[in-house]
């Protein structure tokens, strides 16, 4: 992926494609929002649906909203780095939008399932961070599902069966966090997210950094 240029030090390093998993009402979103206001870095991905807009959500903003043969014409076209089929709707990631995102020395969000996150460490590899979420029980999962109050009864109850089948994926990631404390989990992402952009693997412009250096 296109090198980001925003290095204290002036020197280039490769842009980070942060992802962040967890089963719907373990915190992820919670998360990812305090992340977008505390790093300036860092941009979200939106993701193409074909799902309904819901009431108070942006065009956008929150989602593409497209239709199904929209949906089937871009994945025809190959525009999409990762796309899955969650719960009877479609989901994707453009690859126009994080390619301008690294472009203007953006780090990149992800807030996509580990079929997503998949597909986009096979294409990307190294430059994709992949942090996964967990509740600190199923019977804690439950209540906050009801407490929010966003979803029918049997749509709590299908969530919390693909719960079950997103965990069962966490070896997939490379940290793993169990939510129990939503500001002490925000901490362990943004030192995750502060470790990763300094690895010496994404510093390119290191090694002419250390020339200087040693004339």
Not at 85 to 106: E, I, W
Not at 129 to 137: A, D, E, G, Q, Y
Request: net charge neutral.
């Amino acid at each position: 992926m296109e090198a980001a240029d925003h290095d204290l030090h002036g020197f280039k390093r490769r842009g980070v494609l942060f992802v962040l998993s967890s089963p719907s009402g373990a915190g992820k979103s919670t998360i990812a929002r305090k992340l977008l206001e505390n790093e300036p870095d860092l941009a979200m991905s939106v993701s193409a649906t074909t799902r309904p807009i819901r009431p108070g959500e942006v065009d956008g903003k929150d989602y593409h909203f497209v239709s199904l043969e929209k949906f089937r014409d871009m994945v025809a076209a190959n525009e999409f780095l990762e796309w899955a089929h969650v719960f009877g709707h479609r989901y994707g990631t453009p690859k126009a939008q994080v390619n301008a995102m690294l472009a203007a020395s953006k780090d990149v969000l992800f807030d996509i399932d580990w079929q997503g996150a998949q597909q986009l460490f096979q294409i990307a590899g190294g430059d994709v961070v992949r942090v996964f979420i967990l509740p600190p029980s199923m019977e804690e999962l439950n209540d906050r599902l009801i407490r929010r109050a966003t979803d029918a009864p049997e749509v709590i109850a299908a969530r919390m069966q693909r719960a079950n089948a997103e965990v069962s994926h966490w070896d997939g990631y490379d940290y793993v966090l169990v939510n129990d404390d939503v500001d002490r989990c925000f901490d362990d992402v943004k030192t995750i997210l502060a470790a990763e952009r300094l690895k010496r693997s994404r510093q390119t412009g290191l090694i002419g950094f250390i020339r200087k250096l040693m004339k």
